[in-house]
């Protein structure tokens, strides 16, 4: 991970009806809903592709530093500000 990565809170709400981002809590964690149910990593995958597809960057810039058991994550953007990481979810 480089040095210019932003990391961000995210709480999920798995097995939705679609994926979205729900917002940004007052605590600053992004909740955000998947699809994919919480069993064998396909919620953290999903997770990991849905905010790659929002942020407009590879797959491989986006990935998951601690919480993979835990509804609650830290996910880390390379070569993304935390503002611009916000400025973004907040426009989708």
Known sequence: MSAAAARLTVRV???G????VLGF?????LRVRLSAPPVEGRANEALVRFLAE??????SRVSLVTGAASRTK???IE???EDAVRERLRET
């Open 17 to 20: 009806p679609r994926d979205e």
């Open 54 to 59: 929002r942020l407009g960057v590879p797959r």
């Open 79 to 81: 070569g993304m500000t």
């Open 13 to 15: 709400v798995p097995r």
């Open 74 to 76: 830290i996910v880390a």
């Open 25 to 29: 809590q007052p605590d600053g964690a």
